[in-house]
């Protein structure tokens, strides 16, 4: 692997740190919320496949669900206002993107939140919890990515 320092672009992703923390902190401030993809977007459809008696899944209102998963799907097309989308290189084919997919939620509902939880506002709250599932997330992506570059070595 090498890292393509001519083109590193630190304001840029200082800059973009920097956005999502504020929004991260507003959104906090102004649901009492985190902005956790796993509690926003499939907390609903977690609870129409398996429904708790008693349980409203009302934690979070519909206008602000709405209103965060638009800004996730139209952040890319305002970058793409002001600047060109990064190259994207997939060196796996659909099997592949579906397994991790998989794999990804399944890790997710089993650390109870997904890395936009834990590692950004969790860890921005010095929560244990949080530490330890970025720990963990941390260190099955870095035994991912070394069993898929050198012991299976499936062209990744």
Known sequence: ??????HFTPWQALGGGLLIGLASALYLLGNGRIAGIIGIVAEPLLALLKPRAGAASQS????ARLFFIAGLLLAPWLWRCFAPWPE??????????VLAGVLVGFGARLGNGCTS??????LSRLSLRSL?????FMAAGFGTVYLMRHVLTLGV
């Open 88 to 97: 994207a290189q997939v060196d796996v084919g659909p099997l592949g993107l």
């Open 132 to 136: 330890v599932n970025v720990m963990i």
């Open 60 to 63: 979070v209102s519909q206008s």
């Open 117 to 122: 939880g834990h590692g950004v506002c969790g």
């Open 1 to 6: 692997m090498n890292i393509d320092w001519i």
